[in-house]
């Protein structure tokens, strides 16, 4: 790259890599692309420093071409305490990257023609406990994530009144849903006659030469699975750099998240999706049938303004190469899969841990410097570590905040930078990608700070260029001074049954607190719940989302359970110490 071409921005980023430890590489397993390369230099300093900006314990890599795997490598520790890196040969949990694979099992039972695409998934299990009042569910719509169902209601909910109920007519509108990939799991065990893991292993796995990839999560494997890592608390949000503790064994056997993997294996797996399913000695999917996988078949905001959803990947562009890739997130790991199909080139990062985000940066810059030293054409600007910090516009947040109690904050802004001063205090606030804020200090640790926005609902994202008309933590509503008709509303009492700390012994949802704000029910502090009759709430203000809050077993005026799309959470009381 010409220096006298650089923006200040690279430079400065630049010198943050030279700066960043290459003691971070802890092995490199193969390399087609010599480590030595400027590419690859500059790739494994820009991992070096963004794990330790993102507080990721380890990260790792896997590079493909149509040819092969051309790099495998990892980064940092499975065991932070006693410094043990992380190898090659460690199982990666890859989370919602296993869609990919339930798609090509589904493709290749309808090229066998005992599955029809089209078809009602209850042709094929009448027993799918579930309300369909806007219309049948296809295969296609649960492939493409757009039947309308919940994200993660159980397949097998605790009673029949709380069967997973569609919100929109199927095929109108995207929202993701592990249920409907939980729901296709059980498709290929009914027609293939086997189960999962087993359908996955003979028709995928070992074609492709996935020799040491687990399909489940299980005991058996937990010797090979990487050691990871969870914030400690998870009830609030969590601060970049906060405490980290070991995670506990974690049994997955449903499709919509089951596979663990190494960096090896999934780089043999994007050689194969590179081609286009062709493996040495025949196919794992047919032409047609990956034409139907890499189709955006669906807008699919969630991926990106311009992201479209095919059969288990999302497919958009990169500097105008069509792309496909998906994120994985599991209890603690997260994962990246970037393949940019005109170049023929694939990356792969997964971290052993689960602190909010996905790789995404990583995989991302390894496919343009691997393009840019291919085609021997200028280097992609290296992304920034970390935005948690910078808040653009920062002097629009600026101003005095104050509840209906007069208790006081002040908000002021430095170098794009914010700070919270209240009682004496100044405080560092840290943004999170919705738009709000994270203080990481005791009495605004637990709920996320929101700024609201003239032209918005209450709570929507503070991305607007609307002015900011108040500020809300948890129950606390602050107007800004200055700003007229705004004012504090008294508390409901009919909504008090409902607010309070509720739990799910189920190791993916945790905690959740539901506040009462502005005579509004708010779930963790930023997500409405709007009433729709019967102890029920739509979460959000989308009158189209398909996820519900449901309360019941009151006694003594107050809610004893809380069940969010059929998941039970049951209340606690909070003690103060």
Same mark, same amino acid.
């Given at each position: 790259?010409?220096?006298?071409?650089?923006?200040?921005?690279?430079?400065?980023?630049?010198?943050?890599?030279?700066?960043?430890?290459?003691?971070?590489?802890?092995?490199?397993?193969?390399?087609?692309?010599?480590?030595?390369?400027?590419?690859?230099?500059?790739?494994?300093?820009?991992?070096?420093?963004?794990?330790?900006?993102?507080?990721?314990? *380890?990260?790792?890599?896997?590079?493909?071409?149509?040819?092969?795997?051309?790099?495998?490598?990892?980064?940092?520790?499975?065991?932070?305490?006693?410094?043990?890196?992380?190898?090659?040969?460690?199982?990666?949990?890859?989370?919602?990257?296993?869609?990919?694979?339930?798609?090509?099992?589904?493709?290749?039972?309808?090229?066998?023609?005992?599955?029809?695409?089209?078809?009602?998934?209850? #042709?094929?299990?009448?027993?799918?406990?579930?309300?369909?009042?806007?219309?049948?569910?296809?295969?296609?719509?649960?492939?493409?994530?757009?039947?309308?169902?919940?994200?993660?209601?159980?397949?097998?909910?605790?009673?029949?009144?709380?069967?997973?109920?569609?919100?929109?007519?199927?095929?109108?509108?995207?929202?993701?849903?592990?249920?409907?990939?939980?729901?296709?799991?059980?498709?290929?065990?009914?027609?293939?006659?086997?189960?999962?893991?087993?359908?996955?292993?003979?028709?995928?796995?070992?074609?492709?030469?996935?020799?040491? #990839?687990?399909?489940?999560?299980?005991?058996?494997?937990?010797?090979?699975?990487?050691?990871?890592?969870?914030?400690?608390?998870?009830?609030?949000?969590?601060?970049?750099?906060?405490?980290?503790?070991?995670?506990?064994?974690?049994?997955?056997?449903?499709?919509?998240?089951?596979?663990?993997?190494?960096?090896?294996?999934?780089?043999?797996?994007?050689?194969?999706?590179?081609?286009?399913?062709?493996?040495?000695?025949?196919?794992?999917?047919?032409?047609?049938?990956?034409?139907?996988?890499?189709?955006?078949?669906?807008?699919?905001?969630?991926?990106?303004?311009?992201?479209?959803?095919?059969?288990?990947?999302?497919?958009?562009?990169?500097?105008?190469?069509?792309?496909?890739?998906?994120?994985?997130?599991?209890?603690?790991?997260?994962?990246?899969?970037?393949?940019?199909?005109?170049?023929?080139?694939?990356?792969?990062?997964?971290?052993?841990?689960?602190?909010?985000?996905?790789?995404?940066?990583?995989?991302?810059?390894?496919?343009?410097?691997?393009?840019?030293?291919?085609?021997?054409?200028?280097?992609?600007?290296?992304?920034?570590?970390?935005?948690?910090?910078?808040?653009?516009?920062?002097?629009?947040?600026?101003?005095?905040? #104050?509840? *209906?109690?007069?208790?006081?904050?002040?908000?002021?802004?430095?170098?794009?930078?914010?700070?919270?001063?209240?009682?004496?205090?100044?405080?560092?606030?840290?943004?999170?990608?919705?738009?709000?804020?994270?203080?990481?200090?005791?009495?605004?640790?637990?709920?996320?700070?929101?700024?609201?926005?003239?032209?918005?609902?209450?709570?929507?994202?503070?991305?607007?260029?609307?002015?900011?008309?108040?500020?809300?933590?948890?129950?606390?509503?602050?107007?800004?001074?200055?700003?007229?008709?705004?004012?504090?509303?008294?508390?409901?009492?009919?909504?008090?049954?409902?607010?309070?700390?509720?739990?799910?012994?189920?190791?993916?949802?945790?905690?959740?607190?539901?506040?009462?704000?502005?005579?509004?029910?708010?779930?963790?502090?930023?997500?409405?719940?709007?009433?729709?009759?019967?102890?029920?709430?739509?979460?959000?203000?989308?009158?189209?989302?398909?996820?519900?809050?449901?309360?019941?077993?009151?006694?003594?005026?107050?809610?004893?359970?809380?069940?969010?799309? *059929?998941?039970?959470?049951?209340?606690?009381?909070?003690?103060?110490?």
């Amino acid at each position: 790259m010409n220096m006298r071409s650089m923006s200040r921005r690279e430079v400065l980023a630049l010198a943050v890599l030279a700066a960043a430890p290459l003691e971070f590489l802890t092995e490199i397993a193969s390399a087609a692309v010599p480590a030595g390369s400027n590419a690859m230099r500059t790739l494994d300093r820009f991992i070096s420093g963004y794990c330790a900006a993102m507080n990721a314990p *380890g990260l790792t890599l896997g590079l493909a071409n149509a040819e092969g795997p051309i790099r495998v490598a990892s980064y940092g520790y499975v065991d932070l305490a006693g410094k043990v890196p992380v190898s090659t040969s460690h199982l990666f949990e890859i989370g919602s990257i296993t869609k990919s694979f339930v798609a090509l099992v589904v493709l290749q039972l309808h090229e066998e023609r005992k599955v029809d695409l089209q078809a009602p998934i209850r #042709t094929y299990l009448p027993w799918l406990a579930m309300e369909t009042r806007y219309g049948d569910i296809l295969i296609h719509h649960l492939l493409t994530h757009s039947s309308g169902m919940p994200d993660d209601a159980p397949l097998f909910p605790s009673s029949p009144e709380r069967r997973p109920q569609q919100a929109v007519k199927p095929g109108s509108e995207f929202h993701y849903s592990n249920w409907g990939y939980d729901v296709l799991g059980r498709l290929i065990e009914t027609v293939d006659g086997r189960p999962w893991q087993a359908a996955v292993t003979a028709r995928v796995l070992q074609p492709v030469g996935m020799i040491d #990839t687990s399909p489940t999560i299980t005991s058996a494997v937990r010797p090979r699975i990487a050691q990871s890592y969870v914030p400690l608390h998870d009830d609030r949000p969590y601060p970049r750099h906060g405490a980290l503790v070991p995670a506990g064994n974690l049994a997955v056997e449903f499709a919509a998240g089951s596979i663990a993997s190494t960096p090896k294996d999934m780089s043999l797996y994007m050689q194969m999706l590179l081609n286009r399913g062709e493996i040495r000695g025949g196919r794992v999917i047919s032409e047609e049938s990956f034409r139907l996988m890499s189709t955006p078949h669906i807008a699919a905001p969630p991926f990106g303004p311009t992201a479209g959803y095919g059969y288990g990947i999302a497919v958009d562009k990169l500097d105008g190469h069509v792309r496909l890739r998906h994120t994985g997130g599991m209890v603690s790991f997260m994962s990246a899969i970037h393949l940019d199909l005109d170049a023929k080139l694939g990356a792969f990062a997964s971290i052993n841990a689960q602190l909010g985000y996905r790789p995404n940066p990583v995989a991302q810059l390894a496919l343009q410097l691997l393009r840019s030293e291919k085609e021997h054409s200028k280097a992609p600007a290296l992304p920034e570590f970390d935005g948690a910090a910078k808040v653009e516009s920062s002097e629009s947040y600026r101003g005095i905040y #104050t509840s *209906g109690a007069g208790r006081r904050i002040e908000i002021q802004s430095a170098s794009d930078r914010l700070e919270l001063i209240t009682s004496g205090r100044t405080i560092h606030l840290q943004q999170s990608e919705d738009g709000s804020f994270i203080a990481d200090q005791p009495g605004f640790d637990l709920f996320p700070i929101v700024f609201e926005r003239a032209e918005t609902p209450a709570g929507a994202s503070a991305n607007s260029q609307a002015p900011i008309i108040a500020l809300a933590y948890g129950s606390d509503w602050y107007a800004r001074a200055g700003v007229q008709g705004q004012n504090a509303l008294e508390p409901s009492a009919d909504l008090d049954k409902y607010i309070g700390e509720y739990y799910s012994e189920n190791p993916w949802f945790g905690t959740v607190r539901v506040v009462q704000r502005q005579r509004q029910l708010w779930m963790g502090g930023t997500d409405p719940l709007i009433p729709i009759g019967n102890h029920s709430f739509r979460i959000g203000v989308v009158p189209t989302s398909p996820g519900i809050a449901e309360y019941s077993e009151f006694v003594a005026g107050k809610s004893n359970l809380l069940w969010i799309d *059929g998941v039970q959470f049951r209340r606690v009381e909070e003690v103060n110490t």
